[in-house]
């Protein structure tokens, strides 16, 4: 006796239940793959827009600090409290060759070029994504400056962070008038 409904072809169900989760794991690996090389493009192209900024920012405050004035006396010509009118770890105030005032300061999260010296002056936006700014005052022995008159190298140290990604810079600057 022939039985019609055996001697059909097709698939069982436990053969389509199969391939079901062959696709679903491969689907799922294949969207891990995806995201991850998606998630990688973004966390590159903030560290991009980060190391820009911070170079930007970076070249411009270098180039002022290398153009404080200084007071001759004799042979040597040394920064005097009136060229360099505040020295903090956070703000430095000073005038340049050209006699005129120039600052830096972190305010919030944005790096400030200052116009001027006093607190009533202009202040330009340098940098955004600051999440520190430190400036350190160095003797030629390279031993911590405490006066003015002291300074020969400064260091600036600047973070920028941006989502969870932080980029950090430092330079050390020698006025060239320093002498």
Request: aromatic residues 8%; glycine residues 8%; hydrophobic residues 35%.
């Amino acid at each position: 006796m022939d039985i019609p409904y055996l001697n059909r072809r097709g698939f069982t169900l436990i053969e389509l239940l199969m391939v079901i989760v062959l696709v679903g794991i491969i689907s799922i690996t294949v969207g891990a793959l995806i995201y991850q090389g998606t998630r990688s493009f973004g966390d590159i192209d903030i560290l991009r827009e980060l190391e820009g900024e911070g170079t930007l920012a970076l070249e411009r405050l270098s180039r002022e600090l290398r153009l404080i004035r200084c007071t001759q006396v004799g042979n040597r010509c040394t920064p005097a409290s009136s060229d360099i009118t505040q020295m903090t770890s956070s703000d430095i105030r000073f005038y340049n060759i050209f006699n005129e005032g120039r600052g830096f300061r972190l305010d919030g999260t944005t790096l400030k070029l200052r116009q001027g010296v006093s607190d009533t002056d202009t202040e330009n936006i340098l940098c955004g994504n600051v999440s520190s700014l430190s400036f350190e005052y160095l003797k030629s022995d390279r031993t911590t400056a405490t006066s003015v008159g002291d300074i020969w190298t400064i260091v600036v140290n600047l973070t920028l962070l941006k989502g969870t990604t932080t980029l950090n810079f430092k330079t050390e600057v020698h006025p060239r008038s320093f002498r």
